[in-house]
């Protein structure tokens, strides 16, 4: 079946297949409904985790106790509650945003061996993610961005963007524009429509089908 995105928690993954890179996408728990991301190099069989949100003994058997690498997108509580024990039984190598590490590993026990931001790479096999920081969110929210050679470009967003808006600033007016400019400037900007990005919680979407509604979302201020 072709590849929609649409997970339940706890249901099954959904896989998409690209000529280098499968994606599998995992939602963890019912209550923050989280999405967590496996990357497999087809080239090599590396692995790579964006956000071991929840669920560790479900994330496991998904990466058949292999990982390489582990990608947490930013420093909340519901995206890293498996990480310490990700960490411990795979040995994997972890990388997080420069701002919010030392908060991620405050929270989880967990150092951050990797600390990224904007145009760092962080590869799984022959496989090359760039790093975009994207503050408003938290201070060190980063996306990840596969360009695949043979197809368009696949974007990790965390919580920073959303079907339907970016993601939360708690009410916070300087949060929210600096969020919302950075989004635009740095996502909407440079790539084309038919990128399509993965959020941290909820369904997929392009940034053709959400760019017209920039303008809007800025005028409601969330």
């Known amino acids: 079946m072709a590849y929609t995105g649409d997970v339940t928690p706890r249901g099954l993954a959904d896989v998409r297949e690209l000529e280098h890179l499968t994606i599998t996408k995992y939602a963890v728990d ?23 949100a929840d669920g560790a003994e479900s994330l496991i058997q998904l990466c058949d106790g292999t990982l390489e690498t582990i990608v947490t997108t930013h420093q909340h509580w519901d995206h890293h509650r498996a990480l310490a024990e990700l960490v411990e ?38 496989c090359e993610l760039r790093v975009i920081s994207i503050a408003g969110h938290t201070p060190g929210s980063i996306c990840l961005l596969y360009d695949d050679p043979a197809g368009h470009p696949h974007l990790f967003t965390g919580d920073s963007l959303f079907p339907g808006g970016v993601g939360a600033t708690f009410g916070n007016d300087e949060a929210f524009r600096q969020l919302i400019d950075e989004v635009e400037t740095k996502l909407f900007g440079p790539l084309p429509d038919d990128t399509w990005f993965y959020p941290g919680h909820g369904g997929d979407s392009t940034l053709g089908a959400e760019r017209p509604h920039l303008a809007e979302w800025r005028a409601r201020g969330w």
């Open 30 to 52: 019912p209550e923050m409904a989280n999405n967590c991301y496996l990357l497999l190099c087809r080239d090599t069989g590396e692995q790579l985790l964006v956000d071991a």
């Open 89 to 126: 039984i795979t040995g994997a190598t972890t990388v997080a945003g420069a701002p919010d590490a030392d908060a991620i590993t405050e929270q989880t026990g967990v150092p951050i061996d990797r600390t990224v931001g904007d145009g760092d790479t962080v590869s799984v096999g022959s």
